[in-house]
């Protein structure tokens, strides 16, 4: 079974920074890849950053390319996301999600994966 859980969210004003983290439990962790997608009130999940099994591959979406970074661990089964110079449009719940898969790409489809943590909430302030 496999286990998702987020940490690191909370309120920021508009310029600062966070950094999310995930922790994975479950098969063995390299054998997935990983990814973050953010939702907003109102609006459908959005893709943010994904991962590959190895971390030679990242992708991300056009709104946060340069701003966040994707990183793991797979020694200690954590994915991690840094996110600088953030927007008040950041606002939204923020989702770890696993994609099995020893892929050279990223998913940037919500079908691409098929775990799911519980989500963290992240608010900027303007």
């Known amino acids: 079974q496999v286990q998702l859980v987020e940490s690191g969210g909370g309120l920021v004003q508009a310029g600062g920074s966070l950094r999310l983290s995930c922790t994975y439990s479950?098969?063995?962790?390299?054998?997935?890849?990983m990814g973050w997608f953010r939702q907003g009130p109102g609006q459908e999940r959005e893709f943010v950053a994904g991962?590959?099994?190895?971390?030679?591959?990242?992708g991300y979406g056009d709104s946060v390319k340069g701003r966040f970074t994707i990183s793991r661990s797979n020694g200690v089964n954590t994915v991690s996301l840094q996110m600088n110079s953030l927007k008040p449009e950041d606002t939204a719940v923020y989702y770890c999600?696993?994609?099995?898969?020893?892929?050279?790409?990223?998913?940037?489809?919500?079908?691409?994966?098929?775990?799911w943590g519980q989500g963290t909430q992240v608010t900027v302030s303007s």
């Open positions: 999600a696993a994609d099995r898969g020893r892929y050279t790409r990223v998913g940037v489809s919500t079908h691409d994966y098929a775990y």
């Open positions: 479950g098969h063995t962790f390299s054998n997935f890849a």
């Open positions: 991962i590959s099994w190895s971390g030679g591959y990242t």
